[in-house]
């Protein structure tokens, strides 16, 4: 009888699946990335009143489908990330022909700070993996192989080495 429930409950865990991440956030704190801060372009971009940046709401890899993110964001090198902008202003995403990857401070910019697993409003960049993604910002060391990511688990800058893949968020000028 016991080996009964026993199995039962491993057949229970296996078939549910992986427990998956969910977002924290401190309610105490003031929002440092309100939803009232951008504005909805209705094209899968959004730009921020704020710095007058455009950012595509969905990592690279997936699309807009009017209400939220469908797909799986992809992994790039740097040099794969670059050609990826350049391919996306062929193809005039959002009507536009000026994206490219963002500075480390830029990425810094859309950080909910009273969040973390992941630290950006969900609201405004409703699916946001908790991974890396790419700055345009070189390491200011001596070795010149490296970039400046942010991580959006935690909201936090890294080095990371251009062979290295990570996600991409693109961003537009003013």
Request: glycine content about 8%; overall charge positive; aromatic content about 10%.
């Amino acid at each position: 009888m016991k080996f009964r429930y026993l199995l039962s409950a491993v057949l229970f865990v296996v078939m549910a699946g992986p427990a998956v991440a969910v977002q924290k956030c401190d309610d105490g704190k003031p929002e440092t990335t309100p939803v009232s801060r951008f504005k909805d372009n209705g094209d899968g971009t959004i730009t921020d009143k704020q710095t007058k940046h455009t950012w595509l709401r969905c990592a690279v890899g997936m699309t807009w489908d009017g209400k939220s993110c469908a797909g799986k964001s992809l992994e790039y090198s740097y040099s794969e990330a670059l050609a990826v902008a350049d391919e996306l202003n062929g193809g005039k995403v959002g009507g536009r022909s000026d994206w490219r990857l963002p500075t480390i401070a830029e990425l810094e910019s859309i950080v909910e700070q009273r969040c973390f697993s992941p630290a950006i409003n969900l609201d405004v960049f409703p699916y946001s993996p908790q991974s890396g993604f790419w700055s345009s910002t070189d390491n200011p060391g001596l070795l010149t192989s490296r970039v400046m990511l942010l991580h959006f688990y935690n909201g936090n800058a890294y080095i990371a080495n251009k062979t290295q893949t990570w996600r991409l968020r693109l961003i537009a000028d003013k």
